[in-house]
């Protein structure tokens, strides 16, 4: 008995503690499950450089970039910024973007661009028909729709299990609180929010990786 409190107070009270300081805005300790298991990237859409993309264990931010990817490279920057660059050494973590075929020469662009910036290899493009993208979309069963280029500015958060997680509940004043995506359009959307979801989703899995090493000590 007095070893597992020691082995509590040395390593899961620490990560306790940090869930509860790092949640800041929002009013969960864990995430709630917006939509459970997800399905997995199509094994049959082409990669950007023929590699296997999969969301199976892995933490990953979702977007659908619709047809304009260059028009709408200033989204890429936001995120890029605000959340890639703070995360992307964490092993599991990746963003992967659907997108219609041929954008391929796009999203090149794209990668060329934040090159000088970041370390783009957690960037993972997939190419699909229009029809297919919009029936993948359907299976996240979200209020937010795509618009006609087969595209949303929203992206939303995955995790190792494929669960979609985000705000659902009240939120710290009490108020009901709903939220799926997070707006890239928005830096401040993406700093004061999606940040905060980032860190609760990758304390979750520090904890569970401390648990799972006091219960191998014990």
């Known amino acids: 008995m007095k070893k597992n409190s020691v082995l509590f107070v040395l390593f899961i009270l620490p990560i306790v503690a940090y869930l509860f300081f790092a949640s800041g805005v929002n009013s969960f300790i864990t995430l709630p499950t917006i939509t459970p298991t997800i399905p997995d990237v199509n094994p049959q859409w082409e990669s950007l450089n023929g590699e296997t993309v999969t969301l199976n264990q892995k933490i990953t931010?979702?977007?659908?970039?619709?047809e304009d990817i260059i028009l709408n490279r200033g989204n890429f920057f936001n995120l890029n910024q605000k959340i890639y660059n703070k995360?992307?050494?964490?092993?599991?973590?990746?963003?992967?973007?659907?997108?219609?075929?041929?954008?391929?020469e796009q999203a090149k662009r794209i990668l060329k661009e934040l090159s000088p910036l970041s370390n783009v290899r957690g960037y993972h493009f997939v190419f699909a028909p229009v029809n297919e993208i919009q029936a993948y979309y359907n299976n996240l069963k979200l209020i937010g729709k795509l618009d006609s280029k087969m595209g949303t500015p929203n992206?939303?958060?995955?995790?190792?299990?494929?669960?979609?997680r985000g705000r659902k509940?009240?939120?710290?004043?009490?108020?009901?609180e709903y939220k799926e995506g997070f707006n890239t359009e928005s830096a401040a959307e993406l700093h004061n929010d999606m940040m905060d979801d980032v860190k609760i989703i990758l304390a979750e899995y520090r904890l569970a990786l401390k648990r799972n090493n006091a219960d191998r000590q014990i």
């Open 169 to 176: 509940g009240k939120s710290v004043q009490g108020e009901p």
């Open 61 to 66: 931010v979702i977007g659908f970039t619709g």
């Open 155 to 164: 992206v939303y958060i995955i995790d190792k299990k494929r669960n979609l």
């Open 87 to 104: 995360y992307y050494e964490f092993k599991d973590f990746q963003f992967v973007f659907i997108a219609p075929d041929g954008t391929q």
